[in-house]
């Protein structure tokens, strides 16, 4: 057993080494590193076609942990940079996210549909970085105060990108002021009404009638 215990201990020496060296090199990833492109606190990401406020530009965007921080224009900048890691594009454009103000992330209720992980996923792999959902397709549709929060808790822990939420004006909460209140104060951007069928048995269509009162509401306010 002795001569176990000796062979076993500079092993086990090696092991713990391995394992105080992971940690070290681990902690130096972003908090939450799945919302970066790569395992670095800093980084530049370089183009010929880096699009800007002021014109189509040639440089590098630099990124900490995970916010852009500046933009480096021209290749003589980029000598000021040379110990940070460099991924380089050549040609493709490097542009601002796009902002999608119709999309349908149908949790909680239909994630068979489309589910917040796997919706905020593709819109970040197709340059979209803000989804605005629409108040409908999950169930229940989002027509309350109440039902905002239940969308907010499905959202928890699984969204990859910006996303806001429209409420729905449906003829339950037309002619209820303080719950359409209550709604936007919760959060909802604004409000989405069908004057046609919208498909969805719990998010009925509203009329004229709806759409005049709750205009009044803030024109008089």
């Known amino acids: 057993m002795e001569m176990w215990k000796w062979r076993l201990l ?25 919302c970066s492109l790569l395992p670095h606190d800093r980084y530049l990401i370089r183009s010929k076609r880096i699009v800007t406020p002021d014109g189509v530009i040639a440089g590098a965007v630099l990124v900490k ?7 480096v224009h ?19 454009a490097v542009m601002p996210g796009l902002v999608d103000v119709h999309a349908h992330l149908d949790e909680p209720g239909r994630a068979e549909w489309e589910g917040f992980s ?15 959902d629409m108040p409908l397709n999950s169930f229940p549709s989002t027509v309350s105060k109440e039902t905002l929060q239940l969308k907010l808790e499905a959202a928890r822990n ?9 409420g729905g004006l ?16 919760a959060g909802a951007l604004g409000l989405k009404s069908f004057m046609c ?24 306010t």
Do not use: C
Request: charged share 15%.
């Open 118 to 132: 796997t919706g905020t996923k593709a819109a970040a792999a197709g340059g979209i970085t803000t989804l605005i």
């Open 65 to 71: 942990e995970g916010m852009i921080v500046s933009v």
């Open 10 to 34: 500079p092993l086990l020496a090696v092991l713990i080494s391995f394992l105080v060296l992971y940690i070290r090199s681990t902690s130096k990833l972003l908090p939450n590193n799945l």
């Open 197 to 220: 069928p919208s498909g969805i048995n719990d998010f009925p269509m509203t009329n004229a009638t709806h759409i005049k009162i709750v205009a009044r509401y803030w024109v008089s």
């Open 170 to 185: 449906v003829p339950e909460n037309a002619f209820n002021r303080s719950a359409l209140e209550n709604l936007l104060n």
């Open 74 to 92: 021209g290749e003589d900048q980029l000598a000021e940079y040379a110990g940070v890691h460099l991924m380089d594009y050549g040609e493709a």
């Open 158 to 166: 699984k969204i990859y990108v910006d996303v806001g939420f429209w």
